[in-house]
């Protein structure tokens, strides 16, 4: 054997004489380590560290660069940032992304390494978000640049047309700064949701405080008490002090004037006060009138002809609620200017209950009874004195209280929803028939009936509870929603009666789309072509205060206020269309599991957050309320099932839900209450914060579980209460498990915490990897735009 080398060397010098090249070659093991993959330094080293020269010569030199300067090899990476300008399908392909980029496989994250990839991954992020920012700031920049252009060219217009400005004028936003809300970071992306075409110069000279006057010295005291001493009006507040409170000029000049009713638009953001902003110069304007002119004929309700209620003014809200909530906080600013509100809602007036005992109860004055009586007397002396003098014999305090309020005011302000108020005006089962033979005409039995069946039925309506002859103020509050297909026809019918009702009749016609052609409301959508609309919209001029406010307004909206109320002020907040300032939105994968597990453990972890901050300030234990919105009822159903399983109370509330249907609040005052169930609890338990944090922190439970277990601390909801109503500050955050099917549904949802300057978090579940994470990139990207 041992000549075979001697043979191989042989071969070989024979060979290398032959093919040179082919010995330029490395060795051939060599070659294959490389193909293996990157050898290490010290193989390197070991292979490619030149020997030394034993003939003298020259010596080359092995250098090796760092990791880090390695030239970047291409991998495929599913990419979840979506590609400017491309389609969805086309955001969810792969693309090429430098190697470092890529997150670490399953062997890397051990001990140090795996804490050295969480960082980088952080810095991954933070470098992602800054690019994000930072194409938004462009954006943003760009799109101010062209309103401005286009600015330039309407004032050009204008100065050619007066005409053409006139609508501009009736503009105000309030800010310090720019107040262009068409260059907003949303730009292109909302423009067929939102509206961003106001843009002015923002309003100067606005009052930082709520002084007297405006306000009169009562309406100033109750504001106080419900707000705090030192509480500042806020934008959209400033600018009703500025604007709502001024005497109408055509009034100072001929009293009767059709000029002497205004029109305003409240559009801000949510939780920004706007209820404030209307109920005060709406109150204080019916208690001067009040006190200037003689008793209103509202207070003859002895007379048989009359409905017994004659409001002076009306408040609108699309849900229940809503009404009561409004209607309850309105009462509170009436402590000392001593006005009657009531709610019109089912649990007064009950509209599905034939049997004689309930059509007694659901009597208009019974219902206002009822609500006076239960939660608005604040001053029984003067009720009592009230029905001395009316020769009452009241047997209790609340029978005095309730006679005493009856007989010595009457109603002032009725909230409601319009289907309700329609049904309180018109007289109940005023619509039966109408919606009787729609329900037919859907199940297809008007032909099985014929003409002989349907005049069998006959149809009746109650005599009219509410009268509107003297109604003044008609107050739309989430305008957007009540101007929505859904909704418009009860809306604009009922203006249209009250409009009839003042004698001044305005044009309505039953079955007729907010803005008739169906071209005109395409365009009107995209907020391309708003003069189009206006010439196929007649304009409306209502009899009386006509306010409307929303934090959100559609392109369909702003296009139907330009045709039918040119005349409309508006008043925006610079805020308006993104997320009130201090509410910080967070994102949660989901991690391909139990997706109710996945919402357990974040409801979990926001407790143990606020166990510890309570541990670190040395305060009682308090947790958190989450409000949860799903998109469909059985989700939220199943979410509540799961959550009781493991220990979680919840309240979970959908249009059907029970508690709706008797009309009142108590499924909501059951969420609400937690805050002093919980205190209370907290009280219990605060006296070892550190004992209940240990073991939150070794069980990774919260601190006081024993209350989530007892009292709802989550209320899982659709967006059926995503509109207007109020949770601060009990409710800190928000969860959104299903994508919202808009913008405008995200801000309201959203919008239900980090109201009034109280910091606020929205959590919004999403696919971070895999099939689907493309749109989650496409939902942070629509998010990131309203971002204050
Ligand atoms: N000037 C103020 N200072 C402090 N708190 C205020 C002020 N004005 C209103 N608030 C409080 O802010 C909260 C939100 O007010 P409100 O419900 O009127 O907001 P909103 O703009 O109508 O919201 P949404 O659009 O959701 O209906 C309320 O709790 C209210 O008491």
């Known amino acids: 054997m041992a000549y075979l080398p001697a043979c191989r060397n042989i071969l070989l010098k024979q060979t290398e004489e032959k093919v040179p090249a082919l010995f330029a070659l490395p060795d051939r093991r060599f070659v294959h380590k490389q193909t293996q993959g990157t050898p290490s330094r010290k193989r390197l080293a070991r292979t490619l560290e030149p020997k030394s020269n034993k003939r003298g010569g020259p010596s080359g030199r092995l250098e090796v660069a ?22 969805a399908v086309s955001q969810s392909r792969y693309r090429t992304e430098p190697l470092g980029t890529r997150p670490p496989s399953r062997a890397e994250r051990s001990g140090t390494q795996r804490a050295l990839a969480a960082q980088a991954h952080t810095e991954r992020e933070e470098r992602r978000e800054e690019r ?41 936003v309030a800010s310090g700064s720019g107040a262009d809300l068409s260059g907003t970071r949303a730009g292109q992306m909302l423009q067929d949701e939102l509206d961003f075409s106001t843009s002015v110069p923002a309003a100067r000279d606005l009052p930082r405080d709520f002084t007297s006057p405006p306000l009169m010295e009562g309406l100033l005291e109750s504001v106080k008490e419900a707000l705090t001493a030192d509480a500042r009006p806020t934008p959209i507040q400033a600018l009703s002090l500025k604007h709502l409170f001024k005497a109408p000029k055509a009034v100072q000049a001929d009293g009767q004037s059709q000029d002497q009713w205004r029109q305003y638009l409240l559009a801000s953001e949510t939780g920004s006060g706007k209820s404030i902003a209307y109920l005060l110069p709406m109150l204080q304007d019916l208690k001067r009138a009040e006190l200037a002119g003689p008793a209103s004929p509202s207070s003859s309700s002895a007379d048989d002809d009359q409905p017994p209620m004659n409001p002076r003014a009306i408040v609108l809200a699309p849900t229940h609620e809503l009404s009561r909530q409004l209607a309850v ?80 005011r009457p109603v002032d302000v009725f909230v409601g929803t319009p289907a309700k108020m329609l049904e309180l005006s018109r007289g109940r089962g005023w619509n039966w028939e109408e919606r009787d033979q729609k329900k037919r005409a859907e199940r297809g039995l008007v032909e099985e009936d014929g003409e002989e069946g349907a005049t069998q039925r006959k149809y009746y309506a109650e005599k009219p509870e509410v009268g509107l002859k003297n109604v003044e103020w008609v107050v739309v509050d989430e305008a957007d929603v009540l101007f929505d297909p859904d909704f ?156 009781e399983e493991k220990g979680i109370k919840s309240v979970a509330l959908t249009g059907v839900a029970d508690g709706r249907r008797l009309g009142n609040n108590h499924h909501l005052d059951g969420f609400m209450r937690v805050k002093q169930a919980s205190a209370q609890d907290d009280a219990a338990s605060s006296s070892a914060p550190a004992a209940a944090v240990a073991a939150s922190e070794a069980s990774s439970t919260p601190a006081s579980s024993a209350d989530v277990k007892v009292t709802p601390h989550v209320m899982i909801t659709t967006s059926l209460l995503s509109r207007g109503l109020d949770f601060a500050p009990d409710v800190r955050h928000v969860f959104i498990v299903d994508e919202p099917r808009n913008m405008i549904d995200f801000l309201h949802r959203a919008g239900r915490s980090g109201r009034a300057g109280e910091a606020g978090r929205v959590v919004i579940f999403n696919k971070t990897q895999g099939r689907g994470s493309g749109r989650a990139g496409q939902v942070r990207k629509r998010v990131g735009a309203v971002a204050a």
């Open 132 to 172: 994000r920012a930072r194409e938004l700031k462009e954006l943003r920049e760009a799109q101010r640049a062209k309103e401005k252009e286009r600015e330039k060219e309407r004032g050009r217009v204008r100065r050619g047309d007066g005409a053409a400005g006139a609508s501009a004028s009736n503009i105000a």
């Open 488 to 643: 418009q026809e009860s809306t604009r019918r009922l203006l249209a009666d009250i409009s009839a009702a003042r004698g001044v009749p305005v044009s309505f016609t039953p079955g007729q789309p907010l803005l008739p052609d169906p071209n005109t409301n395409a365009h009107a959508a995209k907020g391309k072509d708003n003069s189009s609309s206006s010439t196929s919209l007649e304009p409306v001029s209502y009899p009386f205060n006509f306010v409307l406010t929303s934090a959100t307004i559609p392109a369909s909206l702003a296009a139907y206020l330009d045709a039918a109320h040119p005349a409309l002020t508006r008043l925006a907040s610079p805020n308006l269309h993104h997320l009130p300032r201090n509410l910080r939105t967070e994102y949660a994968g989901w991690t391909g599991g139990n997706k109710n597990a996945d919402i357990e453990r974040r409801l979990r972890r926001v407790w143990s957050e606020d166990a510890l901050a309570c541990y670190k300030k040395q305060h009682q234990v308090h947790l958190s309320k989450v409000l949860v919105f799903c998109n469909k009822r059985s989700r939220v159903q199943e979410l509540a099932e799961y959550l």
């Open 329 to 408: 906080f309105a009462k509170s600013l009436l402590h000392n200017i001593k006005l009657r509100v009531v709610c019109a809602s089912r649990a007064n007036t009950p509209s599905s209950a034939p049997t004689r005992a309930l059509s007694r109860h659901r009597s208009a004055s019974k219902m206002a009874r009822d609500f006076d009586g239960v939660v608005f007397d604040s001053d029984p002396a003067a009720a009592a004195a009230a029905a001395a003098a009316a020769g009452a014999a009241p047997e209790s305090e609340a029978e005095v209280r309730r006679q005493g309020s009856q007989q010595a």
């Open 66 to 87: 760092p990791r880090t300067q390695d030239p970047p090899r291409a991998s495929f990476v599913r990419d979840t940032v979506p590609h400017e300008g491309r389609d």
